[in-house]
Structures are given as C-alpha cells and as structure tokens.
T-cell receptor, first 111, second 112 residues
C-alpha cells in the first residue's frame, strides 16, 4: 500500500535546539518526496523536494531508500519555524503527480 | 493573479444542499488537483486534470462529487446533496508539468 507516516503529531523544542521531523513511506515504485509547510494563517507551501537536494531556511532532508525515510532536519530551530509540516510523495514520472500525504507534525519552537 | 485562487473562502450550508467550489489556477499551469483536508484524516487526493486528457477521478469519495475544468483553466468542484461528513477544507493546487504543486488558500466547507 502507498502510505506516508509521520509518527509525531506534535514536536516541541527550544529555540536553538536541533530538530528532526520524521517521515517514513511505503511505495511500490520510485517516488518523489516532498516536505510542505503551513505557517499560521498561510497557505500550504513547498519547503523541500528530494530531487533538488538543497537547503531551504536551514532545513535539509535526505532520501534514505534503504530505510524508506525522508526525515526533515534543522540544526538550530528558530521561533519562526513553528508551523505544521507535511511529508508527501508522488510518482516521479508521467504527468499525474497526485500527492499522498502524511498526517502532519506540528512543530512548536519555544523561546 | 500571482497564485492559485479559490472561492468562496468559507461556505456554510444545510445538509442536503448542493455546493460549488471554484479554483482559478496559476496561468500556464496545465495540471490541476483537488484535495480534501478533513479533521483527523489529513489531506486526501480527490481529482486531477491535465490539459485535454481524461481526468483521474479515482479519489472522489462518492458519486455526489464531481468536477470539471473548462477551457483548461478554471475548475469547479460540485458536491450534491451534501452530508455532514463532507465538512472539510477543500484545497486546489496547480503545477507546470513535472514541477511541484502550488496551493490555494482552500475553501472551508461546513455542513449544518
């Protein structure tokens, strides 16, 4: 079955602490993995996609095919990182790139 | 416009009524997706449009749900004979081919 699992509904850290939001997936094929973020009262927006292999706002995520994981990491969390984070996957070829979503992790960065 | 536009932003209606939700994608984006975000259920795919191809309707939960995309641009999601379980945020996204999806603000639908 195609599935994205985010085991933590809520993650609370202090400012300056490292943060890791976990994402595991199950997919019979070659997926493309994404992290989307939703800040308070804003729309969903793309944070990272695994094929870009870039760092956005200090966040990185590495696709581990052996562990079927795509964990999101940041070495020093900031208060403005507080938001809802969603891991998602799609097929990585063809036109139809419908997204399969995890349930999301709410990150709270405390001062 | 600069982004995906959805209307209305909020809709409250009585059980049994029909509702229409509108999505105006980013100009030039050929792919358009509808998703639903229900409390405790997360985001789920509903339907996908790509150019003039037949849409992928595999995510529509029942035959009360339908959608169309006129002229390859604006899309309308229609829910007939609404039920309380239809209450959710309905999100629209568009993308250029092979590119990430850009989302609208959504329509918050409440069925009384």
């Amino acid at each position: 079955a195609q599935r994205v699992t985010q085991p933590e509904k809520l993650l609370s850290v202090f400012k300056g602490a490292p943060v890791e939001l976990k994402c595991n997936y199950s997919y019979s094929g070659s997926p493309e993995l994404f992290w989307y973020v939703q800040y308070s009262r804003q729309r969903l927006q793309l944070l990272l996609r695994h094929i870009s292999r870039e760092s956005i706002k200090g966040f990185t995520a590495d696709l581990n095919k052996g562990e079927t994981s795509f964990h999101l990491k940041k070495p020093f969390a900031q208060e403005e990182d507080s938001a809802m984070y969603y891991c998602a996957l799609s097929h990585n070829a063809g036109n139809n790139r419908k997204l399969i979503w995890g349930l999301g992790t709410s990150l709270a960065v405390n001062p | 416009g600069a982004g995906v536009s959805q209307s209305p932003s909020n809709k409250v209606t009585e059980k049994g009524k029909d509702v229409e939700l509108r999505c105006d994608p980013i100009s030039g984006h050929t792919a358009l997706y509808w998703y639903r975000q229900s409390l405790g259920q997360g985001l789920e795919f509903l339907i996908y449009f790509q150019g003039n191809s037949a849409p992928d309707k595999s995510g529509l939960p029942s035959d009360r749900f339908s959608a169309e995309r006129t002229g390859g641009s604006v899309s309308t999601l229609t829910i007939q004979r609404t039920q309380q379980e239809d209450s959710a945020v309905y999100l629209c996204a568009s993308s250029a081919q092979g590119q990430p999806q850009h989302f609208g603000d959504g329509t918050r639908l409440s069925i009384l």
